[in-house]
C-alpha cells in the first residue's frame, strides 16, 4: 500500500468522511445496502486534510500531466476542491453539472473552455463511474481534450473499471477500498472477522445483504 493511499484512508476515517459499519448498513440513493459511507465534502471542512488532498491531487498532476490547460470539476462535490487544485497551480478552473440548465444560456460546462485545451477532471468519489463519465462526454462534446480524470476515493468496482475502460479515460485516485480496509484493520477499527464481508460487498454491491 503506497504511503500517499494509506495517509488519505487515515484521515478520511478520522474525520469520518468514511464510516464501516459491516452490521448495521447504510443504504445508498440506489438502494443498495453498503456497509461504507463516503463523504468526501467533509474534508473541505478540515483545512489540514483539505491542504493535504489537494496537494497531492497537484503532485499527481504535475507528473501525470505536465501539460493541462485547465482544471474540471465534476458537480457538486468536486466544484471545491477542482477550484483549490486550479487555484495552487494557477490554472482555469470549469466545472461540469448532471445536465444543463433549463433556463439561461442553458449551459452544462460552467466558465470559460476554449476549444482543443487539455484538461484534467477532479472528482470527489468514484462508485459505477456513471455521473464521472458524464462529465466526461459533456467534455469532449465541446472539443476539449479530456487528459483523464483524478479522484480522492474509488470503492474499485469491476464495473467502475469497465467504464473506464470503455469510455478510453485514464482514471488515477489518492486512495481506495483496499487501502482502506488494509488501515482500518491495522489500528483496529475493524476486526478480522469483518473483512469477509466487506471484501464480499464490494464484488457484488447490488446483491449484498448482511
Keep these: 500500500m503506497s504511503h500517499t493511499k494509506q495517509a488519505i484512508a487515515e484521515k478520511l476515517i478520522q474525520i469520518k468522511a468514511i464510516k464501516l459499519q459491516p452490521t448495521n448498513p447504510f443504504t ?68 461540469v453539472r448532471a445536465s444543463s440548465k433549463t433556463h439561461g444560456m442553458g449551459n452544462q460546462i460552467e466558465g470559460h473552455l476554449p476549444e482543443g485545451k487539455k484538461v484534467v477532471v477532479i472528482e470527489d468519489l468514484i462508485s459505477t463511474g456513471g455521473s464521472s463519465l458524464k462529465a466526461v462526454e459533456s467534455l469532449r462534446a465541446a472539443n476539449a481534450n479530456v487528459l483523464g480524470m483524478l479522484a480522492i476515493f474509488t470503492y474499485d468496482f469491476q464495473v467502475a473499471r469497465d467504464n473506464f475502460e470503455k469510455a478510453n479515460c485514464e482514471l488515477s485516485v489518492l486512495s481506495d477500498y483496499h487501502a482502506l480496509l488494509e488501515f482500518a484493520l491495522s489500528v483496529n477499527y475493524i476486526q478480522e472477522e469483518q473483512l469477509n464481508t466487506l471484501k464480499e460487498w464490494r464484488e457484488d454491491p447490488a446483491k449484498w445483504s448482511v
Excluded at 488532498?53 to 493541462?68: L, N, W
Excluded at 462535490?77 to 486550479?86: D, S
Design 28 to 95: 445508498w440513493a440506489s438502494g443498495w445496502k453498503s456497509p461504507i459511507y463516503c463523504d468526501n465534502r467533509l474534508t473541505l471542512s478540515f483545512p489540514e486534510v483539505r491542504d493535504f488532498v489537494r496537494d497531492e491531487f497537484v503532485k499527481q498532476i504535475k507528473i501525470q500531466y505536465p501539460d493541462v490547460e485547465v482544471i474540471a470539476g465534476v458537480a457538486t462535490g468536486a466544484i471545491a476542491q477542482g477550484v483549490l487544485v486550479a487555484q495552487a497551480m494557477d490554472l482555469p478552473f470549469v466545472y
